[in-house]
């Protein structure tokens, strides 16, 4: 296994080429197998398509070959791109307007992470469509103005298909509702993909799920942003928004800057935050996304974004970087070069921010969701699934995954109180067609003004409790998931789906 063939490797310091000067990297490098030992080429930008024309964008699925590194050619899947996809940006009150188009081998979907449309526009497993065809995404866009994103989401491949590409960024922007914030994209603005990948000596992406991969969720040993391993971005000398995703099919972060300086979270999942939190580091799991705005107005040197190693779901001793963080290491993410110009955004943060409101009222039932690891006999299906049988060992509330079953049926616009368990290890659970908010987790109640609006919360042995309400429908045949996003989890059936009418 890839996580343990580098688990003896330790933290290194080496050179990295910063606009024609050698400088020191920072000391959060880890040695890499030679495929990869060259990060610090330059962040990758997804260029920005708006989506909500009159003319609809096209997002092809299809293969391609990626430099994760320059002068490599990875195997990989991409929308419209060799990996990843475009920045698709949609404005609140006009429609998104999108044809997915499917070349690549394998059924696929888009599904559109977060945002709050109907079942039969939401990509979900049951709109998996064959190569040669394609599907029309249209959609009304009533989303606060949010980080969102996009991917595959076939039963049983969603984590493969991720892994090798299928995930792009979704913006919504809300024109009639300012906020002050630097928005100038790919300048003052960034979209950052985190992701963790494993390389064989050839170059292609290993993808390995046997047992302990299976159990705890895929972990690279290679973190890549942008689909580049540990890039540098160029950056104003001023204040700049990071659009943060956690787009690893298993891996938890805690980004934090090397040099310890603090920032300011503006959004979370849902869309605004109240006002700008100051925080000194931000934990993101699986799928979640937070906007961060740092300031570089007074930086002449390389700026590094870290990760504490976060040991894997509280269960698993989470591999090379997870195992790492045992002895108080931290793993690099990227690096910021600020430039020699000041910024031309804006220099100051708003003092407070148009969140979107938290008008769940109270609630009219509760439900109950159980996370298990042991759907049926554990040990049964563990070795069923060790001899290559497809024996489940998944789960919610005992069950594993079934296209053709309804587990809840919900009424739309009503508000309900979900609490969450999950026995075994850590996971971030995920609702697909609304946003919600955090009542309690990890034992601990939760303040809403620094949590924002959610769509994944994390989901520990203390639990966790939730309001949700759902406004747009499902039917039967297009219901809703709501699943673990440890994508494996996910794909090995914790998952469930509800209908809304
Ligand atoms: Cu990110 Cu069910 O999805
Ligand atoms: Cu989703
Ligand atoms: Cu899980």
């Known amino acids: 296994m890839a996580d343990m063939e580098l688990s003896s490797l330790g933290l290194d310091r080496r050179r990295v080429l910063l606009g024609g000067a050698a400088v020191l990297a920072s000391p959060f490098l880890l040695t890499r197998r030679a495929f990869a030992a060259e990060g610090g080429s330059p962040l990758p930008l997804p260029p920005l398509v708006d989506a909500d024309g009159s003319q609809p964008v096209t997002l092809t699925a299809r293969a391609g070959n990626h430099a994760f ?31 997915v188009v499917n070349r690549a081998d394998d059924q696929i ?22 190569p040669g065809q394609s599907s029309a995404a249209r959609f009304d866009v009533h989303h606060p103005a949010a980080t969102l994103w996009y991917h595959s989401h076939v039963h049983g491949k969603t984590g493969p298909q991720v892994y090798h590409g299928l995930a792009g960024f979704l913006l919504v922007e809300d024109p009639a509702v300012p906020h002050g914030l630097p928005s100038d994209y790919g300048v003052n603005d960034l979209p950052l993909v985190v ?24 972990l690279g040993d290679t973190i890549c942003v942008n689909g580049a391993v540990t890039p540098v971005a160029d950056v104003p000398r001023g204040l700049v928004r990071l659009r943060l995703l956690n787009g690893s099919n298993a891996r938890f972060y805690d980004f934090a ?10 959004a979370s999942d849902g869309g605004l935050l109240p006002a700008p939190v100051a925080r000194s580091h931000i934990a993101l799991a699986p799928a979640e996304r937070a906007e961060i705005v740092v300031d570089f107005s007074a930086d002449t040197a390389p700026v590094h974004l870290v990760s504490a190693g976060i040991a894997q779901g509280g269960m698993m001793g989470g591999g090379m970087m997870g195992g790492n963080a045992g002895s ?16 031309t955004g804006p220099a100051t943060l708003p003092a407070s921010l148009p969140a979107p409101p938290m008008d769940f009222g109270a609630p009219v039932r509760t439900r109950d969701f159980r996370l298990d690891m042991h759907a049926g006999s554990m040990i049964g299906s563990m070795f069923s699934r060790l001899i290559g049988s497809s024996g489940s060992i998944m789960g919610i509330n005992g069950k594993s995954y079934d296209m053709g079953r309804i587990d809840a049926e919900l009424r739309a616009g009503e508000t309900e109180l979900w609490r969450i368990s999950a026995p075994m ?14 009542v309690s987790r990890g034992g601990q109640r939760v303040d809403p003004a620094t949590e924002g609006l959610k769509d994944v919360v994390v989901v520990d042995g203390r639990g966790a409790e939730i309001l949700v309400r759902v406004d747009q429908q499902a039917d039967a045949a297009t219901p809703f998931m709501l699943h673990c996003h440890i994508l494996e989890h996910e794909d090995a059936g914790m998952m469930a789906q509800f209908t809304v009418a």
């Open 69 to 99: 590194v320059p002068g490599t050619r990875t195997p990989t899947l991409g929308y419209e791109l060799d990996y990843l996809g475009p920045t698709l940006r949609v404005r609140r009150g006009r429609s998104a307007n999108i044809d």
């Open 109 to 130: 979907t888009a599904h559109w992470h977060g945002a709050h449309v109907s079942g039969n526009m939401d990509g979900g497993p049951q709109t998996a469509f064959d």
């Open 195 to 218: 992701q963790d990948r494993s390389f064989d000596s050839a170059g292609r992406l290993v993808y390995d799920i046997s047992g302990m991969a299976l159990m705890g969720g895929f």
């Open 257 to 266: 800057f090397a040099d310890g300086r603090r920032f300011h979270q503006v």
């Open 328 to 343: 108080g290491g931290a793993i690099e993410i990227m690096t910021f070069a600020p430039g020699t110009a000041p910024a």
């Open 425 to 438: 290890m850590t996971h971030p659970f995920h609702v697909h067609g609304t946003s919600f908010q955090v």
